[in-house]
């Protein structure tokens, strides 16, 4: 399986049809298939849904851990565990959590995710949130961090 996806943009069957913000729009996009992520463009409060919950990359306060345990994303974030709360196959389908906390990751959280109350994403400037359209080159590069690449990680490299 490729760890890469390359979208030739330059090929003349493309060249009127993909554009680059089709070509980002084709990350985000995969990201809900690759990574199993959430989208992250939703602002606090901006629905009424109380069902807390925790994704790959998105927690809302009073979300429910593995162990039954209610999760305050502010002093228990979830990524910074010993288990990470969100249960993955390895390439036989087994269901396991995976082991913290994610490398790389520094425990920021920031407002928005799916509009759920109160929900926090991992990363400030993802792909997977709304403003994905209007990154910057090095932005873009650097859209998923490092709780999405460890999930993505765990899905497709390990053998």
């Known amino acids: 399986m490729p760890d890469r996806i390359f979208m030739n943009r330059t090929h003349p069957i493309f060249s009127s ?51 039954g345990q209610t999760i305050d994303p502010q002093t228990d974030n979830p990524w910074l565990q010993d288990q990470l709360p969100v249960e993955m196959p390895d390439k036989s389908l087994n269901w396991s959590l995976l082991s913290g906390p994610v490398p790389g990751y520094d425990g920021s959280l920031f407002p928005g995710c799916d509009g759920s109350c109160r929900s926090y ?35 497709f490299l390990k053998p």
């Open 17 to 67: 049809v993909v554009n680059d913000f089709a070509g980002r729009t084709f990350v985000h996009e995969m990201g809900y298939i690759a990574g199993w992520f959430t989208d992250e463009y939703y602002p606090f409060d901006a629905s009424d849904d109380l069902s807390a919950k925790v994704d790959c990359n998105c927690v809302s306060d009073g979300a429910v851990g593995p162990d």
């Open 121 to 155: 994403r991992t990363h400030e400037k993802s792909i997977m949130a709304f403003h994905y359209f209007s990154m910057n080159a090095a932005d873009f590069q650097q859209g998923f961090g490092p709780v999405h690449r460890y999930y993505m990680e765990e899905l």
